[in-house]
């Protein structure tokens, strides 16, 4: 079934917070200044995911958070060590309140869970654990605590209806056509496109999303000033005209290697699903897709040619996880994170042949016709097995589809191209 909609209008100019000032005050709204600054100064203190920093906010609220841990008493020794190291740099809160002014001089807006447009989605992070993990980027999985935002969709009706497309930044061919082509469909279809902006599937699938004249969501793991690579600029300024550039950091923050697997919570998180095309044996997109299926979204997976060093990754993924689907294209996607009955993609066939239209009786008296030259009824119905009155009736419908003629001499093969299949009598 086809799911597209009304392509949705434009964003207006100027977007009003339900109750607040309009977006372009720089970050003051419904939650009031004290707790939207301590928010950005609590990010900049700790890497966003920290969930002994996201404990402290919902005990504490921001600013009491954010007190508690200025005055030294954060409650574990490595928090402790890392804001002390900060407060080195810096004082917290005026560097939150540079950040909040430097945004709004971008024309971007700090967005947090009181504001309207916030998404819900993300508040599931709360939940995810992934199995056995060790590593500090696998375990501090919270949500965020605010996201900086620039361009002109409200952020939680921007992802209400999204999927996230992501995979190899060494993409070959073969995974740049499939990310285009789900991003242009997903797109055409109303659905928004999420991805991280890297080069090779990422690129790719934004690149459709545009094409399509449709919405495109990049969550970035540095500053909305700074996207990362430098080489995207240009498609970065085209989402953000007429997308969304989202991040958890800073304006000006610096796009470090370990950012990319807290950012890649986010995309798993506000999605109703990710799809992976192409993954080398040691991807971070496959750390996506794990975050997904941890989150309880749908996880799919487009294979790739076995010969492909690009497409192990995506392989092995299929093989360990036996929740994560296969697919081959948007219907298949639709099928998974549409409407249950609704969104069901179409059987996979071959074209139609006039053999096709054949019973088992027709069959056997196609079969039975000679390789070369013709035969009479009463010889073909002899070779075929069945009487001759049903003999003449195939014959007939298999003059029909082309498949037979009839001659002076009897009846024999077609030698041209069979006609367009007709019913079957």
């Known amino acids: 079934m086809d799911d597209r909609r009304p392509r949705r209008a434009g964003p207006p100019a100027r977007r009003r917070r339900p109750g607040g000032d309009a977006t372009e005050d720089g970050g003051r709204g419904v939650n009031g200044d004290d707790d939207r600054l301590a928010r950005v100064a609590l990010t900049w203190l700790a890497e966003p995911g920290t969930r002994s920093v996201h404990r402290l906010v919902d005990e504490l609220g921001a600013a009491g958070a954010l007190d508690l841990l200025l005055r030294g008493g954060a409650p574990d020794d490595r928090l402790r060590a890392a804001v002390a190291a900060r407060c ?4 917290a809160r005026a560097v939150a309140a540079d950040a909040l002014a430097r945004a709004q001089r971008l024309g971007a807006r700090l967005v947090t869970p009181g504001d309207g447009e916030w998404p819900a ?7 995810l654990a992934l199995p056995g993990a060790t590593r500090r980027v696998d375990v501090e999985t919270a949500p965020p ?3 900086w935002v620039r361009g002109g969709w409200p952020l939680g009706d921007a992802l209400d209806r999204a999927v996230s497309v992501v995979g190899a930044r060494a993409a070959t061919p073969y995974g740049v056509h499939v990310a285009t082509e789900l991003g242009y469909g997903l797109a055409d279809r109303d659905w928004t496109v999420v991805s991280g ?12 999303a545009l094409n399509a004249g449709g919405l ?3 969550v970035l793991a540095c500053g909305i000033d700074r996207p990362y690579p430098m080489g995207n600029t240009a498609l970065f300024d085209r989402i953000g005209e007429t997308g969304l550039l989202v991040s958890e950091w800073l304006p000006g923050a610096e796009p470090l290697r370990p950012r990319f697997l807290i950012r890649n919570r986010v995309i798993a998180a506000a999605t109703r699903g990710t799809v992976l095309v192409e993954a080398s044996a040691r991807s971070g997109a496959t750390q996506t897709v794990n975050r997904a299926l941890a989150a309880g979204r749908h996880a799919m997976v487009v294979p790739g040619p076995v010969t492909s060093a690009m497409s192990v990754g995506a392989h092995e993924l299929l093989r360990e996880h036996p ?3 296969l697919v081959t294209g948007v219907a298949h996607v639709l099928e998974e994170v549409g409407r249950i009955g609704a969104d069901l993609a179409p059987p ?3 074209p139609q042949r006039p053999r096709d239209l054949l019973d088992d009786e027709a069959t056997q008296v196609l079969e039975s016709m000679p390789r070369r030259g013709a035969v009479g009824v009463d010889r073909l119905a002899a070779r075929a097995g069945v009487d001759v009155r049903t003999a003449l009736r195939k014959l007939s419908l298999l003059e029909e589809l082309g498949l037979v003629r009839r001659r002076d001499d009897g009846y024999a093969l077609a030698t041209g191209p069979a006609r367009a299949p007709a019913r079957p009598r």
Not at 88 to 91: I, Q
């Open 88 to 91: 080195r740099d810096g004082d």
């Open 121 to 127: 989605t993300v508040e599931h992070l709360r939940r």
């Open 145 to 147: 605590l605010c996201f």
């Open 197 to 208: 902006g890297a080069f090779g599937i990422d690129a790719a699938a934004h690149r459709g």
């Open 216 to 218: 495109t969501v990049a």
């Open 323 to 325: 929740s994560a689907r």
């Open 348 to 350: 996979a066939r071959a």
